[in-house]
């Protein structure tokens, strides 16, 4: 069963949509990510969802009831914001006790609820600390317990590691997929960043200018996007103009042609037409390996050493590729060297441009 859904809803500022007329099933127990770059309309979606925005148009349900209009303190939604929002003048465990007191839970119950909740966010030791003493991240599991304390059916996350440091960030990203996990929480967390957004979800929402770009498994939307836009804004990939000839080849900038696989999904005609593919598909031969039709001759100008991987720059005249390999795969792999890069037809994908503006 579909738990909350999501039918044409926009919201407008004046002339301008910042969400417009997005339809969106969030599965029940998934941890979905609304990704995009700033301004594309995350943050309302999300905030329209848990009620401090009312849409403009169109319908929000919840458990098969229509929420659109029920005010955020009557959804019963867990909430987590960037500014985390915790009381500073209350310790760790009247933080975590604040949303049972609200609800007259009974005092007997709120002690064990907070017990039980510190021991899941691994602070049971600093009940009695004011928060204005925590670490970020230990800031951090408290809004996280805060936010789950009275078992809300659906938590929602506002870029809520973006003011942590890299490592505490992705110790973060694993602790509240753990959490996610191990309670069944359906979550949504809204980021615009693509590597969060790929380790941690069970689906991703990549969004743009206020529409929904494309939904699906954080790998399909990797290997498969639907667009230009999406393709560069999901990891790191090499993306050429190019004209498809028909017959299951395309022709590259300067003029060589290459295969593409069979079932190369070809975008409509009239539409320019970018192949895109993978640093780690393109594979580097040594320019005295035998030639082939999807094997092209260039030039290394630029290496990158990313510690278990080398990321290679390849001028092939014309445009330039960019390869993942390892010393081990390209051994002696040096400036200056001439290579052979392989394009192989089914890591090659054929998507729409983007829009000119
Ligand atoms: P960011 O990652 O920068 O937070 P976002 O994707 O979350 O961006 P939103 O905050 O949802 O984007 O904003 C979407 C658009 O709506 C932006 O153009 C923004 O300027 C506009 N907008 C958001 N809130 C308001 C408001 N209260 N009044 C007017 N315009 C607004």
């Given at each position: 069963m579909t738990h909350l859904t999501l039918q044409a809803v926009t919201r407008r500022f004046g002339a301008a949509h910042a969400v417009d007329s997005v339809d969106l099933n969030v599965p029940d127990g998934k941890l979905v990510c609304f990704l995009g770059p700033s301004g594309c309309g995350k943050t309302t979606l999300l905030r329209m969802i848990a009620g401090l925005e009312t849409p403009t148009s169109g319908n929000i349900h919840f458990a098969d009831r229509d929420i659109t209009r029920v005010p955020a303190n009557?959804?019963?939604?867990?909430?987590?914001?960037?500014?985390?929002?915790?009381?500073?003048?209350?310790?760790?465990?009247?933080?975590?006790?604040?949303?049972?007191?609200?609800?007259?839970?009974?005092?007997?119950?709120?002690?064990?609820?907070v017990a039980e909740l510190l021991e899941l966010i691994q602070l049971p030791h600093m009940a009695n600390r004011p928060v204005t003493q925590l670490s970020g991240g230990q800031r951090q599991r408290v809004a996280i317990a805060r936010a789950i304390a009275s078992q809300p059916k659906l938590l929602l996350l506002d870029e809520p590691l973006s003011a942590l440091d890299a490592k505490l960030r992705e110790a973060m990203q694993v602790e509240i997929r753990l959490l996610q996990q191990r309670l069944g929480?359906?979550?949504?967390?809204?980021?615009?960043?693509?590597?969060?957004?790929?380790?941690?979800?069970?689906?991703?929402?990549?969004?743009?200018?206020?529409?929904?770009a494309?939904?699906?498994?954080?790998l399909d939307i990797y290997r498969d996007p639907v667009s230009e836009f999406v393709a560069d804004f999901i990891g790191l990939g090499n993306i050429l103009p190019v004209t498809y000839d028909g017959?299951?080849?395309?022709?590259?900038?300067?003029?060589?042609?290459?295969?593409?696989?069979?079932?190369?999904r070809v975008p409509e005609s009239?539409?320019?037409?970018?192949?895109?593919?993978?640093?780690?598909?393109?594979?580097?031969?040594?320019?005295?390996?035998?030639?082939?039709?999807?094997?092209?001759?260039g030039t290394v100008t630029f290496i990158r050493d990313v510690g278990a991987s080398l990321e290679a720059t390849i001028d092939c005249a014309g445009f330039t590729l960019t390869a993942a390999t390892t010393p081990r795969e390209t051994p002696g792999l040096a400036l200056g060297m001439p290579v052979l890069a392989e394009l192989?037809?089914?890591?090659?994908?054929?998507?729409?441009?983007?829009?000119?503006?």
């Open positions: 009557r959804r019963d939604f867990g909430m987590v914001f960037q500014s985390l929002a915790l009381f500073p003048h209350l310790t760790v465990a009247e933080n975590v006790a604040y949303p049972l007191r609200l609800r007259k839970t009974d005092k007997a119950a709120q002690g064990r609820r929480i359906t979550t949504i967390m809204v980021t615009h960043d693509q590597r969060e957004a790929m380790t941690m979800a069970d689906e991703i929402v990549v969004m743009e200018k206020g529409r929904i494309q939904v699906g498994k954080p017959a299951g080849g395309v022709s590259l900038p300067g003029g060589r042609r290459i295969a593409v696989a069979q079932a190369a009239g539409s320019d037409i970018r192949l895109l593919i993978r640093p780690e598909d393109v594979c580097v031969k040594a320019a005295s390996d035998t030639a082939g039709p999807n094997r092209l001759t192989p037809p089914h890591a090659c994908k054929l998507i729409a441009a983007r829009a000119a503006h």
